[in-house]
C-alpha cells in the first residue's frame, strides 16, 4: 500500500483523486506543478485515515517506515532536519478531506519544537521573539488538539497575563513574556494530562497526525456532514505534512486568505483579508480583527510587490479551476508561500452571478454553468428583505458577512439557539465570535451576529455555505455572557429581545423590521429561463391556499401537485363544524354539517383555481383519520361547551373521542378507507370542487380540476371512489348546465398499490407517488418517529441517507418502478407524478427523471431548486 504522495510526483489525477488526497492535497500537488510558491511537503491519503478508523484507530501497517521516508525526503530538499536542536525543520499538519469542511478538523502548526529547539530557532533565525511565538502557539494548538487540554483555559492564561503586564495586543508581547507565557502554559498542561509537554519531535509527529485523523470524527465535523448530506460512505480525512513557513516573523511577515470574487455577492473584485505578524489560525478564527487586501498596496514597496504577485497567482488559479477560489497564503520576511486553493464557497446570489460572469469569460458553457450550481441555494435568493419603507432605527454595523435580512430573538449560546428555535422561535444567535462548535446553533438560527472576526472567519464562511444570514466583527456589540446582555452604545439588550440584521449591508436594527418580498434578478431570471430550456420534467408545488400557489406561481412552478384538503378544516370557524360532522349520531345530522361545511370548502378552491388559472390543481380528498380533528381528552371545559352546543351529551363526546382512538392511525381508518364508509364526505368534497369550478370558469379562469384519492391498496376502493366522483361530477355540471374537464386519480402510496398498479390503472387516470408514506410502508419506519435512529443509521452506515429526504432507490424506487410500467402498460403516457418531499429533493431528481415521471412536486420555495435539479438530470 502506498499512504504518502509529495506534492505533485506522482500524484493520482481524474475524478477520482480527491478521494485519494482530499481537496487540500490536491491543490497543493497542482499549485507545485504549475510552478507556484508552495512550501515542500506531502499528503497522507484520506484511504489512510479511512483504515486507521476501520480498524479502531490503529496505524496501518507500513505506514510508520513511508513516513520515515517521506520525512527524510523532506530534510533532504530543505537542507534541515526534523529535531535538530539548532536549525529544525518544523511541520504543519492539516486536515483536508475529499470535501472541502472549513473549520470543522483539526491543524496543528509549528510541531517539531521542544525547550532546546527553540533556543536553535531563536539563534539560526536570529529572531528569539519569533521564536519563542512559534513555541506558544504550538504548545497551546498541540495541547488542544492532541492532549484534550481546553482552548479556553489556554485564552485564560494569556489574558491574565496580558493583564498583569497591561498589554494590548498578542504582538506587543516581549520575548520575556513570551517565556513566562510558556512557562505557564507547561504547567498547565502539566497539570492538566499529570505529564510533561512531550518534547520528542518524533512522538509529536505520529500523535499530531493520529488527532488529525481523529478528527474526521469529532462531533462538528459529523454534524457538518450532516446538515451538508455528505454520504457516509466517504470516510477519511487527508492529512498535509509540510515545512512550516513563517507569518509571524516580524513586520515583512504575514498571513492572509483571499477569494478572487465576492463570495456574498458574487461581483468580479478580489476579496481578501490578512494580518502582518500573524499565523493562519489568527485570521480564521477571527481573533484579530484583520486588514482587508486592497491596503497590502498602499504598505511600501515590498506589500505592493506580493499583492501584485497573488494578484496573478489568482488569475492563474482561477484559470485552472475555471471557479471563484478561495486561497491561503502566509509571507515570510517578504517572500510569499501558498499553503492551499479550492472553490470558494459562495452565497446563491454569488453562485448566479459568479457563474453567469464565468459564461461570459468564456471559462465554462452553459451546461457547465448549470450542472455545478447547487440547487438548494437557489431558495436563498428568494428570502424576503427589509422593507425600504420601514421606518427603523440602526443601533450598530458589522461586515455584511452573509446576505438576507433575519429578525429574530436573541440568544448566546448555540444550544440555547436549538433549543428556542425547536420551540418554534425565530432566534438571532449572538457571539463574541462563532467556533465550529456553534454550527448547530447556526443552522437552527435565522441569523448570525458576532463581535469580532472579519469576512474570512469560520462564521462568516459557514454562514455563507448554508445560506444564513450573518453580520460578523460587529465591534459596537458588547456581550456580558454573565447576565446574558448585550450592549450596543446605551441600549442593553436581554436574551429574549428582538433585533433585526441585515447581512446585505451589515445594519445592525433594534426590534423587529418588517420585510418585503424580493423582485428576482436578472440572474436568477436568465438561470431559470436555460433550466427549463433542459427539463424534462414539469414542476408542480405541493399548496393548499392562494397565497401559497400564488408564490410558487412566481417561482416558476406549473401546477398544484397535491392540494391536502384537511388543511383547510382547522381553521377556527370551520374546526367546530368539522368536529360536529365527526360526532353525528346519524346520517342527516353528519349530512347537515357537511353541507355548512361545503361553503368553506368552495371558497378555498375559487381562490386557489384563479390563482392557478390556465394550469392543472390537483386536490385530495380527505386523508388523515378523523380522531386528528377532536379535540383532546384534558381540554374538559372546551369539550363541555361545545357538548352543549351541538346538543349532545359530554359522555358521548368523550366516548366518541374515545372510540376514535387508533393505536397506529397511519396504518389505520384514514384515507380512501373514510371515503368507503362515509361517502358523504367525499360527495361533499367533490361538489364543492365542482361547484367552484363553474363558479370560477364563469369567470372566464381558465380551469382545469384534478381529483385524488388517497392511501388505496385496491382496484376495488378505486373503482367505488371514481364512481362516486364521477356521479357527483355530473350532478353538478348537469344542474349548471357548464362542461368542466376534469380528471379522477389516485396516490400511489402503499406497496401493494405499486404491486396491483395496472389493476388500479384501469379506473385511475393518473397517479401521484405519495413517497412519504411509501417509504413509510415499504421500510416499516414511522415516518413521525424515524428521526430517532436514522441519524444514528446514517452515521453506522446502514442508510446512506434519510429516506424520507432522498428518495431509496433500491426498495422504494424499485416499487416506483414497477407501479409506473404496470401503469402505463394498461394506460399508455398516463401521467405519473410524485408529491412526497422527495419530490423536491435536489438528489433524488436523477433518479426520477430516469423513471419517467411526468413531474415533481414540491412546497412552493423549492421550485426554483426543482427546475434547476430537473435540468441538471436531463443534461
Ligand atoms: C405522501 O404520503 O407522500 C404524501 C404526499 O401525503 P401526506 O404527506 O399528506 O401523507
Ligand atoms: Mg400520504
Known amino acids: 500500500d502506498k499512504y504518502c504522495y509529495y506534492f505533485g510526483e506522482g500524484n493520482p489525477s481524474g475524478p477520482g483523486a480527491k478521494l485519494v488526497l482530499g481537496g487540500k492535497g490536491i491543490s497543493l500537488g497542482v499549485m507545485t506543478n504549475m510552478g507556484l510558491p508552495v512550501p515542500p511537503g506531502f499528503t497522507i491519503s484520506c484511504p489512510t485515515c479511512q483504515a486507521y478508523i476501520l480498524s479502531g484507530n490503529k496505524w496501518p501497517k507500513g505506514l510508520e517506515e513511508e513516513l520515515d521516508t517521506y520525512i527524510a525526503r523532506l530534510e533532504k530538499d530543505l537542507g534541515k532536519s526534523f529535531g535538530s536542536t539548532e536549525d529544525p525543520l518544523l511541520l504543519s499538519v492539516r486536515s483536508g478531506a475529499a470535501v472541502s469542511m472549513p473549520g470543522m478538523m483539526d491543524t496543528v502548526l509549528n510541531l517539531g519544537l521542544n525547550d532546546a529547539a527553540v533556543a536553535g530557532l531563536a539563534k539560526k533565525t536570529g529572531n528569539e521573539r519569533f521564536a519563542f511565538d512559534a513555541y506558544r502557539r504550538f504548545i497551546q494548538m498541540y495541547g488542544d488538539v492532541v492532549l484534550g487540554c481546553e482552548h479556553h483555559d489556554f485564552e485564560k492564561i494569556l489574558n491574565a497575563l496580558k493583564a498583569k503586564y497591561s498589554i494590548k495586543g498578542d504582538t506587543d508581547m516581549t520575548v520575556e513574556h513570551l517565556k513566562e507565557l510558556i512557562i505557564s502554559y507547561k504547567e498547565y498542561v502539566a ?495 367533490v361538489r364543492a370542487i365542482m361547484q367552484a369550478a363553474v363558479v370560477v370558469q364563469t369567470e372566464g379562469v381558465v380551469c382545469l380540476p384534478e381529483i385524488m384519492i388517497p392511501v388505496l391498496f385496491s382496484d376495488k376502493e378505486m373503482a367505488r371512489l371514481k364512481e362516486l366522483v364521477t356521479r357527483i361530477a355530473k350532478e353538478v355540471m348537469d344542474a349548471e348546465g357548464v362542461v368542466v374537464k376534469f380528471k379522477c386519480g389516485t396516490m400511489i402510496e402503499l406497496p401493494r398499490a405499486c404491486l396491483v398498479a395496472d389493476q388500479i390503472a384501469e379506473h385511475a387516470e393518473y397517479f401521484s407517488f405519495g413517497t412519504n408514506d411509501l417509504t413509510q410502508t415499504t421500510f416499516g419506519i414511522s415516518r413521525d418517529d424515524g428521526s430517532k435512529f436514522i441519524p444514528a443509521y446514517q452515521e453506522n452506515g446502514i442508510l446512506p441517507t434519510d429516506p424520507f429526504a432522498t428518495i431509496d432507490q433500491d426498495g422504494v424506487g424499485q416499487l416506483m418502478k414497477l407501479a409506473v410500467e404496470k401503469g402505463r402498460s394498461v394506460r399508455p403516457g398516463m401521467s405519473v407524478g410524485i408529491c412526497g418531499e422527495q419530490g423536491g429533493d435536489p438528489d433524488s431528481a436523477v433518479f426520477l427523471c430516469k423513471l419517467g415521471l411526468s413531474y415533481v412536486s414540491c412546497s412552493p420555495f423549492r421550485v426554483p431548486g426543482a427546475r434547476l435539479a430537473t435540468a441538471q438530470a436531463a443534461i
Open 191 to 685: 497539570k492538566k494530562t499529570g505529564a510533561p509537554f512531550p518534547q520528542d519531535p518524533k512522538t509529536q509527529l505520529a500523535t499530531g497526525i493520529s488527532a488529525v485523523f481523529d478528527s474526521w470524527n469529532n462531533p462538528r465535523a459529523i454534524s457538518y456532514r450532516r446538515i451538508n448530506k455528505i454520504s457516509a460512505e466517504v470516510i477519511g480525512t487527508g492529512v498535509t505534512v509540510m515545512a512550516m513557513c513563517f507569518g509571524n516573523m516580524g513586520e515583512t511577515s504575514g498571513t492572509g486568505v483571499a477569494f478572487t470574487r465576492n463570495a456574498s455577492t458574487g461581483i468580479k473584485e478580489i476579496y481578501g483579508e490578512f494580518l502582518t505578524n500573524a499565523q493562519g489560525e489568527d485570521v480564521v478564527a477571527g481573533i484579530r480583527t484583520p486588514l482587508q487586501f486592497s491596503q497590502m498596496t498602499t504598505m511600501g514597496p515590498m506589500w505592493a510587490g506580493i499583492s501584485a504577485q497573488l494578484v496573478k497567482i489568482m488569475e492563474t488559479l482561477e484559470g485552472y479551476y475555471k471557479d471563484m477560489v478561495d486561497l491561503e497564503f502566509t509571507i515570510e520576511e517578504g517572500k510569499l508561500w501558498m499553503l492551499q486553493a479550492r472553490a470558494g464557497k459562495r452565497t446563491g446570489a454569488a453562485m448566479i452571478q459568479i457563474a453567469l460572469d464565468l459564461i461570459k469569460e468564456g471559462l465554462i458553457t452553459k451546461e457547465e454553468a448549470l450542472l455545478r450550481m447547487d440547487p438548494a441555494k437557489l431558495s436563498e435568493v428568494l428570502f424576503p428583505m427589509f422593507d425600504k419603507k420601514a421606518a427603523k432605527t440602526v443601533i450598530g454595523k458589522g461586515l455584511n458577512a452573509s446576505p438576507g435580512a433575519a429578525v429574530g430573538q436573541i440568544v448566546f449560546h448555540s444550544d440555547a439557539c436549538c433549543e428556542w428555535a425547536a420551540a418554534g422561535k425565530k432566534v438571532i444567535l449572538v457571539r463574541e465570535e462563532t467556533t465550529p462548535e456553534d454550527i448547530e446553533g447556526m443552522v437552527t438560527a435565522a441569523g448570525v451576529l458576532t463581535v469580532r472576526g472579519g469576512l474570512s472567519s469560520h462564521a462568516a464562511v459557514v454562514a455563507r455555505g448554508m445560506g444564513r444570514t450573518a453580520v460578523v466583527g460587529a465591534g459596537c456589540c458588547h456581550i456580558n455572557m454573565d447576565n446574558k446582555t448585550l450592549t450596543i452604545g446605551d441600549r442593553v439588550y436581554q436574551e429574549g429581545d428582538y433585533l433585526s440584521i441585515d447581512g446585505g449591508n451589515g445594519e445592525i436594527y433594534d426590534g423587529q423590521v418588517p420585510t418585503v418580498d424580493v423582485e428576482f434578478g436578472e440572474g436568477f431570471n436568465q438561470i431559470m429561463a436555460w433550466a427549463d430550456e433542459y427539463r424534462t420534467m414539469k414542476i408542480r408545488t405541493n399548496a393548499d391556499n392562494p397565497a401559497d400557489c400564488a408564490a410558487a406561481r412566481r417561482f416558476g412552478c406549473e401546477g398544484v401537485g397535491l392540494c391536502r384538503t384537511e388543511h383547510m378544516f382547522f381553521e377556527k370557524e370551520r374546526i367546530g363544524v368539522v368536529r360536529e360532522m365527526i360526532l353525528a349520531e346519524s346520517f342527516e345530522v353528519r349530512s347537515e354539517a357537511l353541507s355548512r361545511l361545503l361553503p368553506f370548502q368552495q371558497s378555498d378552491f375559487e381562490g386557489i383555481f384563479r390563482a392557478m388559472d390556465g394550469l392543472p390543481v390537483n386536490i385530495r380528498l380527505l386523508d388523515p383519520p378523523l380522531h386528528e380533528f377532536l379535540p383532546h381528552l384534558e381540554e374538559v371545559d372546551y369539550i363541555k361547551t361545545h357538548a352543549k352546543q351541538i346538543g349532545i351529551t359530554y359522555e358521548k363526546y368523550v366516548s366518541t373521542i374515545r372510540s376514535l382512538h387508533e393505536s397506529n392511525p397511519m396504518l389505520g381508518f384514514r384515507g380512501v378507507r373514510l371515503g368507503v364508509l362515509y361517502p358523504e364526505i367525499s360527495e361533499m368534497q
